[in-house]
């Protein structure tokens, strides 16, 4: 079955501890991205990457940081998670650019810092 | 003012009614136009694309009207199984896409 999942589903932790949140796609997409999803905002775009070892900014990136070694996975990190990264996170991912194909969202990641 | 505007609702409507959104966009240099639903604390899952020329498929017609920068979504015969969010989707010509906040309808019995 095509599908983008994510780990962990659900994650309490305090301010300062580092964390990981794994996604992983299964569809050879090229395209990956990370939002983050809070009331009255929508989502916004944290990191995205077009392939392997390409990664770069979007519209919220302070805070976390991103790799991709390898073509279906795209982790994102949380250095030293502060109380404002508390959100629903969305692990994305495309055959191609963002505009011109259909994103395939992952189940969510719903983390809480206190 | 925001890049893309929705009216969040609720649409309470009973079954088997029509009912339609409207979103807005504010720049004008955008390129592509999408509808995703979202069920409550579950993923986006795209709905349709927009294009030029509007597009249907089944109960539901997505129309783009490029002059007013709006595009819109009319759900015909609403069913039970429609409620939820349904979310603008803009893409700019930077290949960004920027997300509405959604409109929330809920159809009852």
């Known amino acids: 079955e095509a599908q983008v999942t994510q780990n962990p589903r659900y994650l309490i932790t305090v301010t300062g501890k580092k964390l990981t949140v794994t996604c992983s796609q299964n569809?050879?997409?090229?395209?990956m991205s990370w939002y983050r999803q809070d009331p009255g905002l929508g989502l916004r775009q944290i990191y995205y990457s077009m392939n392997v070892e390409v990664t770069d900014k979007g519209d919220v990136p302070e805070g976390y940081k991103v790799s991709r070694k390898e073509k279906r996975n795209f982790p994102l990190i949380l250095e030293s998670p502060s109380p404002n990264q508390t959100s629903l996170y969305f692990c994305?991912?495309?055959?191609?650019?963002?505009?011109?194909?259909?994103?395939?969202f992952g189940p969510g990641t719903r983390l809480t810092v206190t | 003012r925001k890049e893309v505007e929705q009216d969040p609702g609720p649409f309470n409507v009973p079954e088997g009614a029509t009912v339609a959104f409207n979103c807005t966009y504010s720049n004008s240099a955008s390129q592509s136009f999408f509808w995703y639903r979202q069920d409550c604390r579950k993923e986006p899952k795209l709905l349709m694309s927009?294009?030029?020329s509007g597009n249907e498929d089944g109960r539901f017609t997505a129309q783009l009207n490029r002059a007013s920068q709006y595009i819109s979504l009319l759900i015909r015969d609403s069913k039970l199984s429609d409620s939820a969010t349904y979310l603008c989707?803009?893409?700019?010509?930077?290949?960004?896409?920027?997300f509405g906040t959604g409109t929330r309808l809920q159809v009852f019995p």
């Open positions: 927009v294009y030029s």
């Open positions: 989707v803009v893409n700019l010509a930077t290949d960004k896409l920027i």
């Open positions: 569809m050879n997409h090229e395209y």
């Open positions: 994305a991912s495309s055959e191609g650019l963002a505009g011109a194909y259909e994103q395939y």
